[in-house]
């Protein structure tokens, strides 16, 4: 009998990756077999996250209760964010865990199974060529990483100091992964790093210094793939090239992730982001205008220290002006080993709490408004999911969810859809051709 593998996996869509990399080299040089069920694990992995502080209290909660349900002699281990900055804490407060394996160091995780209390949290560890085995969770798309690490200091960000320093991935390898997915058939691809329009500022050793933009040429050069999509762009590095090649090229999918953080250029500067209000307004306007059906997303950040109720409005100003497609919104949360946790110019928690509520409130107005103008169009729909309901569910290249009535067959191709129900989450529309 095979030994099996539970796997959790929190946050982004790099730690999705990273899990994706442990799967693989545990499949393939250790014999597990995935399971979804704990009970009956050998090996018990929870990928962690650390951004904000709420994931953090979870993870012991959720710990203790692994300990509890699992098999005789199963092996815990805990990954991610939070192994890389609490490191050996996570056993003194768990005992019971075999093993700590931090962000950074993901490609060893087949020698810390077999070493009990291995901590291994080495932030400059450099895995940036690291060959890892074969596993993707979707036959339909391929996350790719192209750097690892940031560069960038913004102060409430405990990111640097979990995956350290930015190391981009040569592109020979990058495009030699892309040619895999598309001869497995995945049309769509993935690019991953914290900073993508970053790449090429550094490389562990001698190699070809390309940057962002044409990288993406050489992607899409690749044949069999279709999508190109890619998270997190910075706005700070998105100069009239980048996105003119983004307006251009006809692979790469027309939603464009543009964190704002804050509209307050006073905030902006305290949160060492290198840009302000007008910049940010600019970009997202010469975006809109070369491509008049890109959908916008973003990230906002309210009560940061010191923000002021004119601090506050000017983001709610910038959305106004944007009208973004997407918004993920959440209260500053200080973390360990930032800049701003010293600040001491904190928001009052309900104000922080209301200021929330009502920028949500704000933007699914918006929303209402654009989901609206969906109603009677057409969008190519790329499909990847089936439903429980008797839906397949897919993509438009500008990241609109759609679902459809309809099985198997649809999955992996992409159609013609009319957009017949709308609302805020996911759209309804029928197969045209
Ligand atoms: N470069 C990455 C950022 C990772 S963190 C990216 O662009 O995806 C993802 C988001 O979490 C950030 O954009 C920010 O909006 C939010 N975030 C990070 N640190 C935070 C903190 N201390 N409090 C609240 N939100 C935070
Ligand atoms: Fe964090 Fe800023 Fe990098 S948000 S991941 S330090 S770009």
């Given amino acids: 009998m095979s030994k099996k593998l539970f796997i959790e996996t929190l ?37 962690t996250c650390s951004v904000r502080e709420k994931p953090v209290h979870k993870l012991f909660s959720e710990l203790g209760g692994f300990n509890k349900i699992k098999k005789e002699g199963a092996k815990i281990g805990v990954c991610g964010c939070t192994a890389s900055h609490l490191g050996k804490e996570i056993i003194k407060k768990a005992p019971y865990v075999n093993f700590v394996l931090g962000a950074r160091n993901v490609s060893k995780i087949g020698e810390v199974i077999h070493r009990d209390k291995a901590v291994e949290i080495d932030i400059d560890f450099d895995e940036s060529q690291f060959a890892f085995k074969d596993f993707r969770s979707s036959p339909y798309k391929a996350y790719i990483n192209i ?29 030699a992964e892309t040619r895999k997915a598309a001869e497995s058939g995945a049309k769509e691809v993935f690019l991953l790093g914290q900073n993508v329009n970053n790449y090429g500022r550094r490389f562990s050793g001698e190699h070809e210094k390309i940057n962002f933009t044409e990288l993406l040429r050489r992607v899409s050069a690749v044949e069999g793939i279709e999508r190109i999509r890619f998270t997190s762009p910075h706005p700070l590095h998105m100069d009239d090239e980048f996105i003119e090649e983004f307006a251009r090229n006809p692979k790469i999918c027309k939603s464009m992730h543009m964190p704002l953080q804050s509209g307050s250029t006073e905030i902006l500067k ?36 010191g923000e002021s109720d004119q601090d506050y409005e000017d983001t709610l100003d910038v959305m106004r002006q944007v009208r973004f497609e997407q918004i993920f919104s959440f ?103």
Avoid at 150 to 174: H, M, N, W, Y
């Fill in 331 to 433: 209260k500053y949360s200080p973390r360990p080993l930032t800049e701003a946790e010293k600040m001491t110019d904190t928001v009052d928690p309900e104000i922080a709490s209301e200021r929330l509520s009502r920028l949500q409130a704000y933007q699914d107005t918006i929303l209402d408004e654009i989901t609206a103008t969906y109603r009677g169009r057409e969008f190519d729909v790329y499909f990847e999911e089936l439903r429980s309901d008797g839906y397949a569910a897919g993509r438009t290249d500008n990241n609109i969810t759609v679902k459809v009535k309809g099985s198997e067959e649809l999955l992996g191709t992409i159609r013609r859809v009319k957009i017949t129900e709308v609302s805020r989450l996911v759209q309804y529309g029928e197969i045209v051709a």
């Fill in 147 to 175: 750097s690892i690490g940031c560069d960038k200091q913004c102060t409430f960000c405990i990111v640097p100091k979990t995956r350290g320093d930015e190391i981009s991935i040569p592109a020979d390898l990058i495009v």
């Fill in 270 to 305: 305290a949160m060492k982001r290198g840009y302000g209000k007008e910049w940010f307004l600019n970009r997202a306007a010469k975006l809109r205008e070369m491509v008049p059906d890109v959908s916008i997303s973003t990230d906002i950040i309210v009560a940061f220290p």
């Fill in 11 to 47: 946050g982004c869509a790099m730690n999705v990756r990273d899990s994706e990399h442990m799967i693989a080299e545990l499949s393939a040089r250790e014999g597990y077999e995935l399971t979804d069920n704990a009970k009956e694990a050998d090996l018990i992995l929870i990928n």
